[in-house]
């Protein structure tokens, strides 16, 4: 009875092993892009630990200083009230409101201990979302609260928008995502903070509108599926690739 054995043919042997090694480094990049992606997030988590910290304090570290607890004291201008488009809350669509709040105190700490004179700026303020029937900031008049206050919440420095984003429309005032040099031309409020504050949902009235805690603290995290992939279609190669090179014993090398 005649057996086979593995005799490898020096062509297949040429494409298979590059093959087989990208795959097997393709699965191995990913499995490193899961590991950062858990630091992110694990990061994220830390960052949304800590005590709120005044704007001014937050601003100077830059995208550093995303999804910080952040604290600003000022008016809101509901005048000037604006409408991120497309939102979902709990399965349902409508709209988030962001409101520049105009500035009272914006010095930093160090600001505060020279004695350097107040400089009025301006932030926006995500406030939450509202279903499509309460767009219309006169359905809601309790949702617009007057003179000064402290307006808690997480800092976000915007990301750009992705592939399928529409483009703002700020002639419109259609907003699909918070661009805020172009959201502060249309407030025409003068300087304003490049960062935004989302604040939370009311503990006291969670259901109150606009309702707050739309900060996504979530990451895409599916590299160890992609990784599994790579090292799948790495095997199957390998398996195939030793199949085909099987030969009976006996058989002429070509």
């Known amino acids: 009875m005649t057996g086979a054995s593995f005799r490898p043919r020096l062509i297949p042997t040429l494409i298979a092993l590059p093959l087989f090694l990208t795959l097997l480094g393709l699965g191995t990049w990913q499995m490193e892009r899961r590991g950062w992606k858990e630091g992110l997030l694990a990061d994220m988590q830390a960052r949304l630990a800590l005590p709120p910290v005044a704007l001014a304090d937050l601003l100077p570290l830059g995208p550093a200083g995303n999804y910080r607890p952040v ?6 201008r ?22 520049p709040l105009q500035l009272i105190e914006s010095r930093s700490a160090e600001d ?75 407030a025409d409020l ?16 969670p259901d109150a509108l606009p309702i707050g805690g739309q900060t996504i603290v979530a990451l895409p995290n599916n590299h160890l599926q992609y ?17 085909s090179q099987r030969r009976p014993a006996g058989a002429s090398r070509e």
């Not at 020279?114 to 767009?135: D, F, I, T």
């Not at 003068?190 to 009235?205: H, K, L, S, T």
């Open 71 to 76: 604290y600003a004291v000022g008016v809101y």
């Open 78 to 99: 509901h005048d000037l009230e604006m409408l991120l488009q497309a939102r979902t809350h709990e399965g349902l669509i409508g709209v988030q409101v962001v409101t």
């Open 190 to 205: 003068g300087q304003m903070a490049p960062a935004v504050i989302e604040i939370g949902r009311n503990a006291a009235a």
């Open 112 to 186: 505060v201990a020279s004695g350097a004179s107040v400089v009025v700026e301006n932030v926006l303020v995500n406030r939450g979302w509202v279903p499509l029937e309460a767009r219309d900031p006169k359905s809601r008049p309790d949702s617009l609260p007057q003179g000064e206050m402290v307006v808690t919440g997480i800092l976000r420095w915007p990301a750009a928008p992705g592939w399928f984003t529409p483009k703002n429309d700020p002639a419109r005032g259609d907003w699909y995502w918070p661009e805020v040099p172009a959201m502060a031309r249309a």
């Open 227 to 243: 990784a599994l992939t790579w090292y799948a279609l790495a095997a199957a190669l390998l398996a195939t690739y030793i199949l």
